[in-house]
């Protein structure tokens, strides 16, 4: 039997929604459309899948610091655009040329962190203006035509196939572990869930809030440019329009996910769960030859149910009460 | 060595226009109890404030154990061993007790400074055995302080602060809310720390409580100092007045 102990701590978990209504939604689809849980649908879900899981990651750290980021979709065009136009016009090796466009990321980050946290304003409103400067910035520098990513291009290592996957798959793993651990297990994540939940007191208790919020901005941003590139290796080609209207999606999928917009709650599992829940309410659509119309409002109930329930579990978990003898 | 443990002289403090301190004088020995009283909006908070390093000071000295300090945050007051329990929640709801106790001031296994592996053995062991010594009886350090009663809770804040054995404590009303009992508590506990060595700072708006443990009675009044005397030399009626 499950101690109420174990019951307490498993509904407490930001991601627990997210988790209930993924293993319904997979029961209920694979009942729905025979095709949906075959293994050639499921890699096509997964082709995806890296890109946007790493921006709704990035963007769930950044709303447990409790900010917000809305150029991660701008953000996701400028990495990759610098990084072709390092490869194809200056000639540098390629490898050197997506550490730039990853440092080109982190800048933004870093100026998303200073406009919001050194002049108090809204993050909301501070990425909301760099969403168009970065998108306006990933168009002039390319003159509206990015270089096309050369044919010797050695991409293997990101999104080379591996049976049914991609590598990419693997570097999200990788990242996604790494983030949980950092989160859960160092002093840094502490700092992070107690900046977003509470920032007076954090600071007031010696934790340099400013470094923490600017941290998450950059670790934010960078996760949307390395995802960029991914993309752009994988469909081999780079448009100035390349992760246009992300954002929103990968919002969608933090807060599915359990990530709370008041900061301080959150979790990098959550945030992989809801980036593939969304990812399967598109497929379900279309394999079932729905009009695609629908798929926004599928992600807008999606929003609200989840978070709904997250309240509701929450509010459960709390009820449960442990005695002495739990 | 002297006795002199800290030292503010002519501190002045704005908020904006708003003058909250007026060249206010402080001093307090090892092993005393300074209790400072005043109206609401006398400028108790800021005072401590600018002491905690939550607030800059606009001018004025402090001088800690004979030096000249210049506390530009927190975290410097918490280093020179000025631990402070503020007068809001200070608390972290969503977090367990353990991490509460040592939010900020982690031990770590390895790392860099501020990317470390928790040592989480020893957060839940010392900060049981922290709560244990302020009294407080909870079973776990596992459990969220969102569901801790007020008075727990500020027992959690007293145990975090006196895990970090300090120099000086101030203590900022921290018996609001608290039960009969635990305000006891709470008052057993800041006569100990005379016994320790440790100066502290006692804010309440109970003068009997403050005439009970305090060696000295500091008043305010409109961001100014208007008393500052051994308790032995008033009665509660007399603050009462002075105050009122
Ligand atoms: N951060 C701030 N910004 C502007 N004014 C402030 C700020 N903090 C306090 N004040 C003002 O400074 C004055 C002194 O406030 P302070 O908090 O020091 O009073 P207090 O003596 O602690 O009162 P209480 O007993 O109500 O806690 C008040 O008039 C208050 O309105
Ligand atoms: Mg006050």
Known sequence: ?326 | MSKDLLKCSKLNKWYGNLHALKNVDLEINKGEVIGLIGDNGAGKSTLIKIICGVHGLDNGEIYFEGHKVNIKNPKMAMDLGIETIHQYNTMFQEMSIARNVFIGREPVKFGLSSLSILNEKKMNLESMKAIKDVGLDLRSPHIPVKELSGGERQGVAIARSMYFKSKMLILDEPTNHLSVKETLKVLEYVQSLKSIGIGSIFISHNLYHVHEIADRIVGMARGEKVCDMPKEDTTVNELIKLIG
């Open chain 1, 1 to 326: 039997m499950f101690s109420k102990n174990k019951i307490k701590s498993l509904l407490s978990r930001p991601e627990f929604s997210a988790l209930a209504i993924f293993i319904f939604l997979i029961v209920v689809f694979t009942f729905v459309n025979e095709r949906f849980l075959n293994s050639r649908n499921f890699m096509v879900i997964l082709s995806t899948y890296p890109e946007l899981a790493l921006v709704a990651l990035g963007i769930t750290i950044l709303m447990i610091s409790g900010e917000f980021d809305l150029s991660v979709g701008s953000v996701f065009a400028v990495s990759p655009i610098v990084t072709m136009i390092l490869i194809a016009d200056y000639e540098l090796h390629y490898i050197v040329s997506i550490l730039l466009g990853l440092l080109a990321a982190a800048f933004i980050g870093f100026v998303n962190a200073i406009v919001t946290v050194k002049f108090k304003i809204p993050s909301f409103i501070a990425t909301l203006g760099m969403l168009f400067m970065a998108r306006s910035i990933a168009v002039v520098i390319s003159g509206g035509f990015p270089p096309s990513v050369p044919k010797d291009l050695p991409t293997d290592w990101l999104v080379g196939r591996v049976d049914m996957l991609r590598v990419s798959i693997f570097w999200l793993i990788g990242i996604a572990l790494i983030c949980n651990y950092i989160l859960k297990k160092t002093n840094f994540g502490s700092w992070i869930y107690a900046t977003g939940e509470n920032k007076e007191a954090a600071k007031d208790l010696g934790i340099n809030t400013f470094w923490v919020k600017t941290t998450c901005f950059i670790i934010c941003s960078v996760l949307a440019g390395f995802a960029g590139i991914i993309q752009s290796f994988r469909i081999k080609t780079v448009i100035t329009s390349l992760g246009q209207g992300l954002e929103l999606q990968a919002i969608a999928s933090a807060v599915v996910g359990g990530a709370s917009l008041m900061g301080g709650i959150g979790s990098a599992f959550g945030a992989l769960i809801g980036t593939f829940l969304l990812l399967i309410i598109d497929n379900i659509l279309i394999l079932s030859r729905i009009d695609g119309n629908w798929f926004k409002f599928a992600v807008g109930a999606l929003i609200v149910i989840a978070v709904i329930l997250n309240t509701l579990t929450k509010n459960s978990a709390d009820k449960i009460r442990l005695k002495d003898d739990d």
